[in-house]
Every structure is written in structure tokens, then in C-alpha cells.
């Protein structure tokens, strides 16, 4: 799979996004290192403060089901047709990755792959409280 086609699995995923409040579809496609996906989508809720951004499905979905070792996410988001503006993942998105990822963990933008430490340098994990 390059790049692109990883990209357009999550602008597929986005078409389940639940986001009646932004209207900003968003998905995300989580590839496992034995090659398993996990896709996910934003849901919004009336309580605007329990939405849970795609990324953070994808990823629980992947840790309910027994997988915790992850070599990609792709991340596609729009409030329309074009998705070319990059959706960088949020600050909690990227906590959590930073649970079960290293510095290398890639991400799928439309503008290309980025690293997980080009976006969270110095993070908070479980070597700060052993
Ligand atoms: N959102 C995501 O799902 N992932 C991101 O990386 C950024 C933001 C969602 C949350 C909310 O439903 C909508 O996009 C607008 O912020």
C-alpha cells in the first residue's frame, strides 16, 4: 500500500464520522506491525465535551481487540470534499499514541509522512514513573 492509498483509506473512514455539531468529518486508519487495520471516526455528542476524535477510536479499538504495537496511523479530515489541508492530530490524540509508540511511529498526512516525535518531542510515558 504507498502512502496515498493508506491517506485514502482515511478519507473513507471519515465518511462514518458522527459530527452533526463541527461538521468536520475526520478518519483515521491505524496499521498494526503485523499488518492488522483498525479504523476510526470522530463521534460528537450533545455534550460537546465527550467527543472522541478518530484517532483515539482507532486506537482503542486496536487495544480492546489485543493490539498494541502499531508502525502507522493515516489521519484524513474535511468539513467538505477537499482534504488537502492536513489534519494534524490533537494533543490528547498524541498522548495516547505516545502509550504504545516510539519516536519513529509514523503519520499520514495529505502533505506527506510525518514522525510522531516531529509533533510531540518530549513526551509524558511510562519511563517518567518507573
Ligand atoms: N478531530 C479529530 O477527530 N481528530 C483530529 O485530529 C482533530 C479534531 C475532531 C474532533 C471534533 O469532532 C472535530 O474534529 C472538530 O474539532
Redesign the pocket.
Known sequence: MTDNEFFQFAVRASEK?Y?P??K?K?G?VLLTEDGQIFTG????NASYSM?????RTAIFKAVSSGFTDFKAIA?A?SSGDDFSIP????GA?LQVLSEFCNDDFMIVLSDGVHKLKDFLPNRFTKENIS
Open positions: 464520522s459530527s455539531y463541527s468536520f475526520v483515521a471516526c470522530n463521534i460528537e467527543t472522541i476524535c478518530a484517532e489521519i479530515g489534519c494534524v492530530p490533537c490524540c
